[in-house]
C-alpha cells in the first residue's frame, strides 16, 4: 500500500499500543523487565511529543513523515480523534503509575483538548470517526459516521483526566460522551452496544459484533472506569 521509497512516513498507532503494551506487561511480569518497559514507554512518549503533537496547530498527528513533518497530501492530513484521545489517557494513566508527573498529565491534557475540539460533532453530538487538517476534505466515506471506540476511550479520558485535575470541563466533557453513548450506542432491549451509527446517531448496522468489533473497548472501558471511581486503578 506504501513504497518506503517513495512515500516515506511513520504511524501514531504503533507508538501508542506500544504504551499500552508495555504498560499491561510491566503489571504483569517480574521486576527484572520494569527498567526495559520503562524505557519502551519514555521512548514512544517522546516521539509522540517531539513528532506527532503539533502545538501551533492544536492537533495530534495520525502520521508524519519520518522527520516528524507534517504531509501535504489525504493520508497525511488525516486526523483520527479516538485514536489521539485513547494515546491520551495512556499518557495520563502512566502520570499517575508515576506518582502524578506534571509533564505528563499536561502532555495527556493537552493532546485530550485539542482532539476533543476537532472530534466532538456540535451539531449532533458524539465523536468524528475521522477529520482533516486544516479543515481540508478527507477520503474515508465513514468520516462523519460515530464508531463505538473513540466514545468508549473518551469516556476513560475524561475520567482519569478530571481525577487527576479535579478541573469541572472534564468531569462536563464525561458526562456529555458518557450520556451520549448509552442513548445512541447501547441496545437498551438486547444489551450491548451498536458499534456504527451515522452522524445523527441512528444505528448504520444492527449486528454488535464483527472482525474490528470484539469484546475489548468497550469491557476495558467499563472495567477500567469503574476501578477509577472505586479508587483502586493505579
Not at 509522540?48 to 493520508?75: R, Y
Not at 437498551?188 to 452522524?199: A, K, M, T
Request: glycine share 8%; hydrophobic share 35%.
Amino acid at each position: 500500500k506504501v513504497d518506503p521509497a517513495t512515500r516515506p512516513s511513520k504511524g501514531f498507532g504503533p507508538r501508542m499500543i506500544c504504551i499500552h503494551l508495555a504498560q499491561t506487561l510491566r503489571e504483569n511480569i517480574d521486576d527484572a523487565s520494569l527498567d526495559l518497559m520503562n524505557s519502551w514507554i519514555d521512548r514512544c512518549i517522546q516521539e509522540i511529543e517531539q513528532d506527532f503533537c503539533k502545538e501551533d496547530l492544536a492537533v495530534v498527528m495520525e502520521t508524519v513523515s519520518p522527520t516528524g513533518h507534517i504531509i501535504n497530501s489525504f493520508e497525511g492530513r488525516l486526523l483520527n480523534p479516538g485514536h489521539a484521545i485513547e494515546a491520551a489517557w495512556f499518557i495520563l494513566h502512566e502520570a499517575k503509575y508515576r506518582g502524578g508527573d506534571a509533564h505528563l498529565v499536561s502532555l495527556g491534557i493537552q493532546m485530550l483538548d485539542w482532539m476533543w475540539q476537532r472530534g466532538w460533532d456540535e451539531e449532533y453530538g458524539g465523536l468524528y470517526s475521522f477529520r482533516g487538517l486544516y479543515d481540508r476534505p478527507v477520503q474515508e466515506p465513514s468520516h462523519d459516521m460515530k464508531y463505538w471506540w473513540p466514545h468508549t476511550e473518551a469516556i476513560i479520558a475524561t475520567l482519569l483526566a478530571y481525577q487527576l485535575t479535579g478541573d469541572e470541563r472534564h468531569a462536563e466533557r464525561f458526562q456529555m460522551v458518557h450520556d451520549w453513548s448509552r442513548k445512541h450506542f447501547a441496545d437498551p432491549q438486547h444489551g450491548e452496544w451498536y458499534g456504527y451509527l451515522h452522524r445523527d446517531g441512528t444505528p448504520a448496522l444492527h449486528l454488535k459484533g464483527n472482525h474490528w468489533k470484539g469484546p475489548y473497548h468497550l469491557p476495558r472501558m467499563q472495567w477500567y472506569a469503574s476501578q477509577l471511581i472505586d479508587g483502586e486503578c493505579r
